[in-house]
């Protein structure tokens, strides 16, 4: 089946740019979307369609998708962004969703 | 639109997990969007279980078919998971999703998980 690889950890700084990366096979023809997860809380979906935001995400979130990488990118890292984020798409082979292993945001 | 899993928390081994997902603000009599289950076991991604639907057959993991029983009471406006037979393997947390229908399907809202642990 489909397989998403991502990093285990990514580290920035406030006021940085955290970029997080999403690997798989030919994924820019894919449609790729995002969720961060903060400790016992759900799943919050961040980006969809690779690059849209549901309403309530700020614009510091974006996302893009090409070739064999989507990539998360969120602008002047907060604090509040520490969480783990997962990139999902559609194995349309089997049918069924795909999520990576997630990537932990920390924020330094 | 929020959804809450409820569940029994603790199973032994060859039990059945039976597990129910109560949506406000949103029908599950849509076909508008469908329901699923996903779980995370420690350490690991997330998993696909299932989806139900207002109108249509349920999908199914291929690697949990065979134990799997998905259903939907619009009365209660809720769903349901059932688990049959289960094992250590099937310890984690369990979310209950909306899936919104695109041209790759998502996922939002989800509800705050629940625990499972299968324990002798």
């Known amino acids: 089946s489909y397989v998403l690889t991502q990093p285990p950890s990514v580290s920035v700084a406030p006021g940085q740019t955290a970029t997080i990366p999403c690997g798989g096979f030919?994924?820019?023809?894919?449609?790729v979307h995002w969720y961060h997860q903060k400790p016992g809380q759900a799943p919050v979906l961040v980006v969809y369609d690779d690059s849209d935001r549901p309403s309530g995400i700020p614009e510091r979130f974006s996302g893009s998708n090409s070739g064999n990488t989507a990539t998360l990118t969120i602008s002047r890292v907060e604090a509040g962004d520490e969480a783990e984020y997962t990139c999902q798409v559609w194995d349309n082979s089997n049918d069924h969703p795909v999520f990576g292993g997630g990537t932990k945001l920390t924020v330094l | 639109v929020q959804l809450q899993e409820s569940g029994p928390g603790l199973l032994k081994p060859s039990q059945t997990l039976s597990l129910t997902c109560n949506v406000s603000g949103d029908s599950v009599s849509t076909s508008n969007h469908y329901w699923s289950w996903i779980r995370q076991q420690p350490g690991q991604a997330l998993e696909w279980i299932a989806n139900t639907y207002f109108s249509g057959s349920p999908s199914y993991n291929p690697s949990l078919r065979g134990r799997l029983t998905i259903s939907l009471d619009t009365s209660k406006n809720q769903f349901s998971l059932n688990l049959r037979s289960v094992t250590a393997a099937d310890t984690a947390v369990y979310y209950c999703?909306?899936?919104?229908?695109?041209?790759?399907?998502?996922?939002?809202?989800w509800g705050q998980g629940t625990l499972v642990t299968v324990s002798s």
């Open positions: 999703a909306r899936a919104v229908a695109g041209s790759s399907d998502w996922y939002h809202p």
């Open positions: 030919n994924i820019g023809s894919k449609s």
